[in-house]
């Protein structure tokens, strides 16, 4: 089910997106999931001894899990930066940590260590995911650039400049008016 709900959603990606996005995605679909996937049998069957496949490719399984679950570190550095969580929503923190505990659990339950122990690490960084959402929920710094930063690195021509026109007593134009100006 998964893998149908991906594969729909890349189809349709495929579709809709922009030629070098398209692009950009058909590479990565060939070279990781065609490629690596039949790299990984290759080698598997060529190099590993039969009695020792499933462990092998468990192994490998466990490391993609756990690169999956480290993925959101850097995430979560951007948000401890910026002290925002706009990068980082919190359903998807949530349902994360629920999915870990559930593999755990069934990996726990069938004596799979391949699965039960990536999830563990899935879970201690699904509920850091969350502490640091908690914490920095309702703040409102953002990675704009500080106005010491905008003076060092803007070029005097480049910068808007906004006219703003006074109202003027003897006339109907109480309010005022900007415009932009070059």
């Not at 959603?9 to 070279?31: D, G, M």
Request: charged letters at 15%.
């Amino acid at each position: 089910f998964g893998c149908f709900i991906e594969i729909s959603y890349l189809f349709l990606y495929i579709i809709y997106a922009p030629r070098e996005a398209k692009i950009s995605t058909l590479k990565l679909i060939v070279i990781c999931n065609i490629g690596g996937l039949g790299l990984l049998i290759l080698l598997v069957n060529l190099l590993v001894p039969k009695q020792h496949r499933v462990s092998t490719v468990g192994w490998v399984c466990a490391a993609y899990s756990l690169a999956v679950f480290a993925s959101p570190l850097s995430v979560m550095r951007k948000v401890i930066k910026t002290k925002s969580v706009e990068y980082m929503p919190f359903l998807l923190s949530l349902s994360l940590t629920l999915n870990a505990v559930m593999w755990f659990f069934y990996g726990l339950l069938i004596k799979d260590k391949f699965i039960a122990m990536p999830n563990i690490l899935g879970f201690l960084f699904g509920v850091a995911q969350m502490i640091l959402y908690m914490m920095y929920q309702g703040s409102t710094k953002t990675d704009l650039p500080t106005e010491n930063q905008l003076a060092n690195k803007t070029d005097v021509n480049e910068v808007p400049i906004v006219a703003v026109e006074l109202p003027d007593v003897r006339s109907d134009n109480v309010e005022g008016s900007a415009r932009p100006m070059k």
